[in-house]
């Protein structure tokens, strides 16, 4: 968890290249996760993400670039608290940019399981690649 949030949360602040949302107890961080742009191409797309999309355009989505919570942390719920916390994000920012859903690629058949729980779908050409519509993101917020 710490690798990426000391080397490169930072740098990707900065830069624009993405926002990273952090949860602390007193003072330590026990979570975080990173939002940034992107687009998938049709190929890689969902069928649901990229209905009525022209070809070739990809598809606007938002990226979970990382959500990672402290291993003493873990199976307390804070995973599905900050999942909708990004999905919430994405849907603010829906109303002001073009996207259609949210892209993140999970790192392990686990973490790919937890976010087929909240909504996602796996890409038909990448299983680790996974895909929810703006629709699936506000039915996990209900």
């Known amino acids: 968890m710490d ?6 949360a930072r740098p990707n602040q900065a830069s624009g290249a993405s926002r990273t949302y952090v ?16 687009a998938v191409d049709l190929a890689e797309a969902t069928n649901r993400l990229k209905r009525n999309m022209p070809d070739p355009v990809p598809v606007p989505v938002a990226v979970l670039g990382r959500l990672a919570i402290d291993r003493s942390w873990q199976k307390q719920g804070l995973g599905r608290a900050l999942a909708k916390d990004a999905f919430q994000r994405v849907l603010a920012a829906s109303n002001a940019i073009g996207i259609r859903g949210m892209l993140v690629h999970a790192i392990s058949a686990e973490a ?26 506000r039915a996990a917020l209900d």
Request: glycine letters at 4%; charged letters at 15%; one cysteine or more.
């Open 112 to 137: 790919a399981a937890f976010y087929q729980a909240t909504g996602f779908t796996p890409s038909p050409l990448d299983p680790m690649t996974l895909m929810a519509t703006l629709i699936d993101l």
């Open 23 to 38: 949860v602390c107890n007193d003072e330590t961080i026990v979570a975080y996760f990173a939002l940034a742009s992107g």
């Open 3 to 8: 690798e990426w949030l000391k080397k490169r």
